[in-house]
């Protein structure tokens, strides 16, 4: 997959007779696969690229940086996701001030030099210097530029919308089980181990402390979560903690994964840590005995499946 990272890119190295989805893309969830799936389709039965373009960053961070949610991907699990989604040409590029006062019509003759003949966008998407540019602005103004308009109704799943802001909300609340249904994977977060207070290790249950990679990334709500990790290549279940380790005084939010059954050094290594469910609340015990004694049927509670 070829990825274009800047726009200056697109004006001397043009991908040639393609279909593209259009979208921002955040946390490529089932509805922004669909988007995805039906150009790429269209792409396929008429001999052109599949082409996707999208925004290294969430338009709210250039336009309105204090609404800007939180991220539910890195950008470097976007490009592996696209890879595997079978694209051909991936237009990532950082959404700019110069990018938002481009208008519809310039948007539209940008897709045009490229050589886009096909446009699969999503019904609550929108593009151009105040938004104006949608898939009704699309239908109505897309064949003057030679496109075919390709428009994806929104995905429901048990009757509920996917969608970006739903996903985030069901994050924070700790319901990463719907997450992992809206995104049709596991939720993701990544960073480097650092050390800790190493207390988890005086009652028999080490932690890796995770330094988050990516500061503005959506955070599971505190609670002990079932997730898995992998270490050099091997996979391994984890009890996943994210809080204030209310036994032990209170601290700022942190985020400590036991792995069950791993024996090793895991400062400075960097770990993924995929969350499957929310076991229980965070609370505070009256004693680490007691807090141990908990651990060991959360243990319990993930071997059991």
């Known amino acids: 997959m070829r990825i274009i990272s800047a726009l200056e890119e697109l004006y001397t190295e043009k ?8 979208g921002t893309f955040d946390g490529l969830h089932l509805g922004h696969q669909r988007v995805i799936g039906v150009s790429s389709r269209y792409a ?3 001999g052109l690229k599949k082409l996707v373009f999208t925004f290294s960053n969430h338009p709210l961070a250039t336009l309105n940086p204090e609404l800007e949610p939180r991220r539910l991907l890195l950008n470097e699990d976007k ?15 950082p959404f700019t001030k110069r990018l938002s006062q481009l ?14 003949k096909a446009v699969s966008i999503g019904m609550n998407f929108s593009f151009g210097s105040g938004g104006r540019g ?20 929104l995905f429901m799943l048990n009757g509920t919308v996917v969608s970006s802001t739903r996903i985030r909300q069901a994050i924070a609340e700790g319901d990463v089980a719907l997450a992992r249904e809206m995104l049709g994977r596991p939720y993701v977060l990544k960073g480097r181990v ?9 009652i028999g249950f080490p932690t890796a402390n995770l330094a988050l990679t990516g500061a503005h990334m959506a955070i599971p709500g505190n609670g002990v979560y079932e ?6 290549g091997e996979g391994y279940r984890a009890m996943v903690n994210i809080g ?3 036994t032990f005084s209170g601290e700022k939010v942190t985020l400590e994964a036991h792995l069950i059954g791993f024996h090793g050094n895991l400062y400075g290594e960097r770990l993924a840590v995929s969350f499957l469910r929310r076991l229980r609340d965070e609370r505070k015990f009256e004693s680490g005995e007691a807090l141990r004694a908990q651990l060991l049927k959360d243990r319990d509670m993930i071997l059991r499946g």
């Open 79 to 93: 490009e592996r996701i696209m890879a595997g989604l079978g694209v051909d040409v991936l237009i990532n590029v």
């Open 194 to 202: 650092v050390s800790g207070f190493q207390r988890g290790r005086t």
């Open 244 to 246: 204030s380790n209310p």
């Open 134 to 153: 949608n898939v009704q602005y699309l239908n109505t103004e897309g064949g003057k530029y030679g496109m075919e308009i390709l428009s994806c109704p």
């Open 103 to 116: 208008s519809a019509e310039g948007f539209l003759v940008l897709l045009r030099d490229l050589g886009v």
């Open 15 to 22: 991908p040639g007779p393609s279909a593209v989805a259009l």
């Open 227 to 232: 997730g898995r990790t992998a270490v050099d």
């Open 44 to 46: 396929e039965s008429h």
